[in-house]
Structure formats: structure tokens, C-alpha cells
């Protein structure tokens, strides 16, 4: 097995839908890093951002040199999978239903080093085949304080 860091992980979403309304949502969660194969992952526990307990949803981040996927599980089940100039379609299930998303991927800039790093993508939401919204997702990946000795 890969040597495991803890890292935190900082997400910023936004959303732009189709009258220009703007939406943006924030998460910070403890996670853990490994590299393997090329890639580096990233899971870490996401809090249902209605606050009830014991809703979680875990993430696993898969990073590579020229793509990034988002898988989901828990509260929610989700796949998605992001490379520049790109289309991905994939179900997002909640216990109230399931809809097909598809990502179209206009922006992907990923600059990691061993431990920490950033992602950042922009990219055009349909669901159900109806364009919903634009989007963009910042992701910041840094060392938890006792791995600091351990960053890039």
C-alpha cells in the first residue's frame, strides 16, 4: 500500500444557471492522500449539507495528469468525470430519486505536487438532457498540520 497522508481538503462549487443567478457553496473535511499508478487520490467524508447526523457521503478524488474523477458514496451515489473538451454522463442517486447528469468539461487545471495541490474545473451541467447550469469547482488540497514535513 501507498504511504497515506492526511491532508485537508477545501471545496468551493459554484453555480451559474440560466438567468445569471449565481450560487456557491463552501466544504472543508480532514482527508487522506495517497499516490499510486500515476495518480493521486484523495477521499475525505462530506457532512449532508442539510446538517442532519449521521448523513455522510464519502468522496474518493482520483487525480491525474490530465483528468479528475469524483466518485460518491453514501447519502448520495455519483460519479463524475472531468477532462478538458470533454462530455461525461453519469446517475446521481439520492434517496429521492436518481437523475442523469452530464459534464461537459470547458476547463481543467490541475497543479499538484506530491502532497498538496489544486484543482480547478469549469463545466456546463445538463440533467436529464436540459442544460442547467455553469459551473466551476475549486478544489485546494494542503497537509494537515502534522504532515507539514511532508509536503511537495
Given at each position: 500500500?501507498?504511504?497515506?497522508?492526511?491532508?485537508i481538503v477545501r471545496v468551493t462549487?459554484?453555480?451559474?444557471?440560466?438567468?445569471?443567478?449565481?450560487?456557491?457553496?463552501?466544504?472543508?473535511?480532514?482527508?487522506?492522500?495517497?499516490?499510486?499508478?500515476?495518480?493521486?487520490?484523495?477521499?475525505?467524508?462530506?457532512?449532508?449539507?442539510?446538517?442532519?447526523?449521521?448523513?455522510?457521503?464519502?468522496?474518493?478524488?482520483?487525480?491525474?495528469?490530465?483528468?479528475?474523477?469524483?466518485?460518491?458514496?453514501?447519502?448520495?451515489?455519483?460519479?463524475?468525470?472531468?477532462?478538458?473538451?470533454?462530455?461525461?454522463?453519469?446517475?446521481?442517486?439520492?434517496?429521492?430519486?436518481?437523475?442523469?447528469?452530464?459534464?461537459?468539461?470547458?476547463?481543467?487545471?490541475?497543479?499538484?505536487?506530491?502532497?498538496a495541490g489544486t484543482v480547478d474545473?469549469?463545466?456546463?451541467?445538463?440533467?436529464?438532457?436540459?442544460?442547467?447550469?455553469?459551473?466551476?469547482?475549486?478544489?485546494?488540497?494542503?497537509?494537515?498540520?502534522?504532515?507539514?514535513?511532508?509536503?511537495?
Open positions: 500500500m501507498a504511504e497515506m497522508h492526511r491532508v462549487g459554484s453555480q451559474r444557471d440560466e438567468s445569471g443567478e449565481q450560487d456557491t457553496i463552501r466544504m472543508m473535511a480532514e482527508g487522506r492522500h495517497y499516490f499510486r499508478n500515476g495518480k493521486h487520490y484523495v477521499l475525505y467524508d462530506e457532512k449532508d449539507l442539510t446538517g442532519e447526523k449521521g448523513d455522510k457521503t464519502s468522496t474518493v478524488l482520483k487525480i491525474g495528469p490530465e483528468s479528475v474523477t469524483l466518485l460518491r458514496q453514501g447519502a448520495v451515489v455519483q460519479r463524475q468525470h472531468f477532462a478538458e473538451g470533454e462530455e461525461s454522463k453519469g446517475d446521481y442517486q439520492t434517496p429521492y430519486g436518481t437523475l442523469q447528469l452530464s459534464f461537459h468539461t470547458d476547463k481543467l487545471d490541475i497543479d499538484y505536487g506530491t502532497v474545473v469549469g463545466f456546463a451541467l445538463a440533467v436529464n438532457g436540459q442544460h442547467r447550469s455553469d459551473n466551476t469547482l475549486h478544489i485546494e488540497v494542503t497537509s494537515a498540520p502534522e504532515d507539514k514535513h511532508k509536503l511537495n
